[in-house]
């Protein structure tokens, strides 16, 4: 089998980070209840909002973890079925 390119690699890795940096699942809790305010994609710097306030608590933001596993499995599935499909077209 030919070995890949590292930036073929570099590429995934770096999509990857972008992903898991950029484009984290959140949901907005406030409340005693935990009262769903809003969901969002959001950047991990933009989960802190102190001068926030809904009803007079400030929100939450919660990490939606299926959410976020779900689209980390569906890039790494699509990253595997181009690399097979790299790697065929590679053998002829």
Same mark, same amino acid.
């Given at each position: !089998?030919?070995?890949?390119? $590292?930036?073929?690699?570099? %590429? @995934?890795?770096? *999509?990857?980070? /972008? #992903?898991?940096?950029? %484009?984290? $699942?959140?949901?907005?809790?406030?409340? $005693?209840?935990? &009262? #769903?305010?809003?969901?969002?994609?959001?950047? *991990?710097? !933009?989960? *802190?909002?102190?001068?926030?306030?809904? &009803?007079? %608590?400030?929100?939450?933001?919660? /990490?939606? %973890?299926?959410?976020?596993?779900?689209?980390? *499995?569906?890039?790494?599935?699509? @990253?595997? !079925?181009?690399? !097979?499909? /790299?790697?065929?077209?590679?053998?002829?």
């Amino acid at each position: !089998m030919k070995k890949r390119s $590292p930036w073929f690699y570099l %590429f @995934f890795g770096a *999509i990857l980070l /972008l #992903i898991g940096v950029f %484009f984290v $699942p959140y949901q907005l809790e406030w409340g $005693p209840e935990k &009262n #769903i305010y809003s969901a969002t994609y959001a950047p *991990i710097w !933009m989960t *802190i909002h102190r001068h926030v306030e809904v &009803n007079g %608590f400030h929100p939450l933001y919660v /990490l939606q %973890f299926q959410k976020l596993l779900s689209e980390l *499995i569906v890039f790494v599935i699509f @990253f595997v !079925m181009t690399y !097979m499909y /790299l790697s065929g077209r590679s053998r002829e």
